[in-house]
């Protein structure tokens, strides 16, 4: 495959994996305070409870990153909410991520801070505002 079209969708690429990122990482945002696409078991947090905060951060963080809008210090605070939610509520449920149902956290977490790195890519309102 030629380099120059390999360098050419490697910033169109990022952007799609921030965009797609940010769809699936709000729908976990969109469940704690909507109950949508399916309610949670229990019910709706309460916003100023533990849940209830993180529902805000990944539904209008993943926002946030789904439009490329602060992109990296938005992905920086939503990586360390990612890496709470492991230690705090996977972890003690033991070491191996497929066994404590932590996968997400920690591939959300890494996605996160490669993007505070990366930052937003080609499609992004970033880039607009440069």
Known sequence: ?????L????????????IVTALLFMEHGAQKLFGFPAPMQGGAPPLMSMFGVSGILEFFGGLLILLGLFTRPVALILAGEMAVAYFMVHAPGGLWPLLNRGELAVLYCFIF????????????VDRLRR
């Open 7 to 18: 360098f050419k969708w490697s910033p169109r690429l990022l952007s799609i994996l921030r």
């Open 113 to 124: 801070l490669y993007l505070v790195f990366a930052g937003a890519g080609e499609w992004s």
């Open 1 to 5: 495959m030629d380099n120059s079209f």
